[in-house]
């Protein structure tokens, strides 16, 4: 079955802070990796990865895939009130469909 | 990317009840899906919304409790039926003409 585990599952930093949210994934057949950031309701995608060892940047949060060792990581520098929220990580399963399966997310609190 | 509306953005019903969540999109799109976040979970996929036929239900969702239209690409309905308190959750629409998804805004369903 296939599986996307997050770590950790919460989080509390202060501001200007830098923190690395983990993505682990089992899943026959993987064709990409994505994260989302959740706030109130609903996601809103930050970035698709594909290829290992490529950094996806977009201005304070980066991320990067290794596929051999199956997980990705987002890194969010600086990090600002606005940041709080919960992350999401997840992966088409087999079968070419391109719904998605979820992990538990990580949830990022950030104190002034 | 497409811009989703959902509506309603929130509901409160009492159990035993039936609530019509609709999905509209701007633009014409391949993939229309269906996912639900109980309290504190993640997000699960319900279905796939198939224009012109019957969706594709996940395991542990089925079509009495949880009927779905699409009659074009870029309109589809879920209906929440005979519920009860563990219907209580967000209930996203995502669209996506192959990946990345993109969400709609969500509906907080409550049951009493």
């Known amino acids: 079955e296939d599986k996307v585990v997050q770590s950790p599952l919460s989080l509390v930093v202060h501001e200007g802070d830098t923190v690395t949210l983990n993505c682990s994934y089992e899943?026959?057949?993987?064709?990409?990796l994505l994260w989302y950031k959740q706030e109130k309701k609903a996601p809103t995608f930050l970035f698709m990865l594909?290829?290992?060892?490529i950094e996806k940047k977009s201005g304070r949060l980066s991320s990067i895939l290794d596929k051999k060792e199956l997980f990705s990581i987002l890194n969010i520098t600086a990090t600002q009130t606005g940041d709080s929220a919960v992350y999401l990580c997840?992966?088409?399963?087999?079968?070419?469909?391109?719904?998605?399966?979820f992990g538990k997310g990580t949830k990022l609190t950030v104190n002034p | 990317s497409a811009v989703i509306s959902q509506k309603p953005s929130r509901d409160i019903c009492q159990r035993g009840t039936s609530l019509t969540i609709q999905c509209q999109v701007d633009?014409?799109?391949?993939?229309m899906f269906w996912y639900r976040q109980q309290p504190g979970q993640s997000l699960t996929l319900i279905a796939t919304?198939?224009?012109?036929?019957?969706?594709?239900?996940e395991s542990g969702f089925v079509i009495d409790k949880f009927p779905i239209s699409r009659p074009n690409l870029t309109f589809s309905t879920l209906t929440v039926s005979n519920m009860s308190p563990e219907d209580s959750s967000i209930y996203l629409c995502?669209?996506?003409?192959?990946?990345?998804?993109?969400f709609g805004p969500g509906t907080r369903l409550t049951v009493t």
């Open positions: 995502s669209v996506g003409q192959g990946l990345p998804q993109y």
């Open positions: 899943v026959t057949n993987f064709r990409s």
């Open positions: 594909t290829s290992s060892g």
């Open positions: 997840a992966v088409p399963p087999q079968g070419g469909s391109e719904k998605l399966v």
């Open positions: 633009s014409q799109v391949t993939m």
């Open positions: 919304a198939n224009q012109g036929s019957e969706a594709t239900y």
